[in-house]
């Protein structure tokens, strides 16, 4: 990258971030005021902004579960909220250009539904970036948010097909089946690659050389590539391992996205007027996406949440503007435009969706009214029944934590997770784990009435820190009476967590060692006499 670049977006990155916004609305902002300042862009900053598209979706797939693509909400929620959309904006355009507007001239009626069509998508890299940060990748709406991105992907991939041309080669179908053979060989090397820079690069390998170039050969966007080659390697177990190590790498390129966008183009008073008209009609989006879910079952919480995630423009609308400019048919001010949209649907969406949890407490009673009598299963409140300790956030430290409690006071322990695929895990493996999201007022409030009494202590353990301020939040709110306990990763974490009303709060990474040190005297208590004074020991 260019310095001026790095120093652009770390200082508004840092700016936006001190604020308690996401980076990526300060590398927007870089974006156009390095055009302001008339830096250019340029084929180095574009192929960063593709590696990076590339490895974001390889990682989606790698934690995907295809199975969920098959729920009705998704599959048919995506394909019914694309068609409205696209009816409604292009409704709108339309008649924006029977009105005699002047921007609005250049277009015809088959124009204006392309453009619905590009504005109808949801942006991917935005909603990944936002649910990583929060850490709720995993979540039901998380799930249900990726889900309908990667069915707008399928329905990008055929309109590409359809209007540039690219037939896909007939030895598309044998690369296909091709990784389908080849996928325990591909398993069985990454069994033997280790756990660092071998492991690193055949993931790079996965996702941009037999995932993306792959692709592009046999004339398939090799962002589909990416994709479905995160999904051939998704059920291995090292799946998340190869996820972690490609994450600095990520986010680093996807740094080079978001400055891209800035640097698209200059904008114009006239382009900044039917942006800002556009991002007016988001809440169009949203309304539709919020109703499709709820009729599907799902409760106002988790729609809202999935709606608000999805509540933007995508970048699709970009490479839709590109291909429409680049055939004649409008000029590069609706490229500009669309640009221009997208970014300022980031900016006002950064804030929304890191206050969604917030949002739904404020509107809760307003929006139980949306709430359908039969919920689905996955989406239902639980009972913690007689539990007296409470463990949220069953990863790695929460399942060690659950497991110890356990030992020590029995069946009164009980774990609560947001995945429902991790939920069922432990729940083959014998531990009394739940679904749920401490994050969630609706789940303190009907635990309140016969259950919440019972419980003394909640942990959390939760992997996200302001997940668990979150949570201690709602129990504030619930008027929590027990004792509460949280993990952290900094000092200053530790702090926080303190000011909030936590009665213990634990830096996991600064204990490490005393308990590693516990771990190993008790070991040697065992199967040694031990005298750390004399430095002797004798066998038993």
């Known amino acids: 990258m260019d310095p001026l670049w790095i120093l652009a977006a770390f200082a508004l990155g840092f700016g936006a971030y001190r604020l308690n916004l996401p980076p990526m609305v300060g590398y927007l902002i870089a974006g156009f005021l390095l055009q302001a300042l008339g830096v250019e862009g340029g084929e180095g900053l574009e192929n960063i902004a593709n590696l990076g598209v590339l490895l974001l979706l390889f990682?989606?797939?790698?934690?995907?579960?295809?199975?969920?693509?098959?729920?009705?909400?998704?599959?048919?929620?995506?394909?019914?909220?694309m068609l409205v959309t696209v009816g409604i904006f292009g409704f709108i355009l339309y008649l924006l250009l029977l009105a005699g507007l002047s921007v609005f001239s250049?277009?015809?009626?088959?124009?204006?539904?392309?453009?619905a069509f590009a504005l109808s998508f949801s942006s991917t890299v935005f909603a990944v970036k936002i649910l990583e940060e929060k850490g709720e990748m995993g979540s039901l709406h998380g799930k249900l948010a990726i889900g309908i991105?990667?069915?707008q992907d399928i329905f990008a991939v055929l309109f590409l097909t359809v209007t540039t041309g690219k037939i896909p080669s007939p030895w598309a179908v044998v690369l296909i089946a091709g990784l389908l053979i080849l996928r325990p060989a591909l398993h069985f090397i990454l069994n033997k690659a280790g756990h660092r820079e071998l492991l690193l690069l055949f993931s790079v390998f996965l996702a941009l050389g037999l995932g993306a170039g792959g692709f592009e050969l046999v004339h398939l966007k090799p962002d589909l590539g990416a994709l479905i080659l995160g999904i051939l390697i998704a059920g291995h177990p090292k799946a998340g391992e190869m996820a972690d190590s490609l994450l600095s790498f990520k986010d680093l390129f996807?740094?080079?996205?978001?400055?891209s966008i800035g640097l698209s183009g200059a904008p114009t008073m006239a382009s900044f007027a039917i942006a800002t008209l556009l991002v007016l009609a988001i809440p169009i989006k949203f309304c539709f996406f919020f109703l499709i879910f709820t009729y599907f079952k799902l409760r106002p919480r988790t729609s809202l949440l999935t709606a608000l995630t999805l509540a933007?423009?995508?970048?699709?609308g970009l490479l839709v503007a590109a291909l429409v400019v680049k055939n004649g048919w409008l000029g590069n001010e609706w490229l500009v435009t669309i640009a221009v949209a997208l970014s300022m649907s980031f900016i006002i969406a950064s804030?929304?969706?890191?206050?969604?949890?917030?949002?739904?407490?404020?509107?809760?009673?307003?929006?139980?009214r949306f709430e359908p009598e039969k919920l689905l299963p996955e989406d239902?409140?639980?009972?913690?029944g007689?539990?007296?300790?409470?463990?949220?956030?069953?990863?790695?430290?929460?399942?060690?934590t659950y497991d110890n409690m356990r030992q020590r006071h029995g069946d009164i322990v009980l774990g609560v997770d947001f995945d429902n695929e991790k939920v069922a895990l432990h729940q083959q493996q014998g531990r009394k784990v739940l679904l749920g999201d401490a994050k969630d007022i609706d789940f303190w409030s009907r635990v309140q009435p016969k259950s919440q009494r019972q419980i003394q202590l909640v942990m959390l353990a939760m992997a996200d820190h302001n997940a668990n301020m979150q949570a201690v939040k709602e129990l504030s709110t619930a008027s929590f009476q027990g004792l509460i306990a949280a993990t952290a990763q900094f000092d200053d974490e530790v702090e926080e967590l303190k000011n909030a009303g936590v009665h213990v709060a634990f830096n996991f990474y600064a204990q490490a060692g005393c308990g590693f040190a516990d771990h190993t005297s008790k070991s040697l208590e065992k199967m040694w006499r031990f005298d750390p004074i004399n430095n002797s020991s004798q066998n038993r």
Not at 62 to 77: D, E, H, M, S, Y
Not at 106 to 115: D, P
Not at 380 to 384: S, T, V, W
Not at 388 to 399: A, L, N, P
């Open 386 to 400: 007689n539990a007296e300790i409470v463990v949220f956030g069953m990863g790695r430290v929460g399942t060690a």
């Open 351 to 368: 804030p929304l969706n890191s206050s969604a949890h917030l949002i739904y407490d404020r509107f809760a009673t307003r929006l139980r």
């Open 254 to 259: 996807l740094v080079g996205f978001f400055l």
């Open 149 to 151: 991105l990667i069915m």
């Open 312 to 316: 933007n423009y995508s970048e699709f």
């Open 380 to 384: 239902q409140p639980l009972d913690p």
């Open 106 to 115: 250049s277009l015809n009626l088959s124009l204006c539904l392309l453009l």
């Open 59 to 81: 990682t989606i797939g790698l934690k995907l579960n295809v199975r969920t693509l098959l729920q009705p909400a998704i599959w048919i929620g995506a394909s019914f909220h």
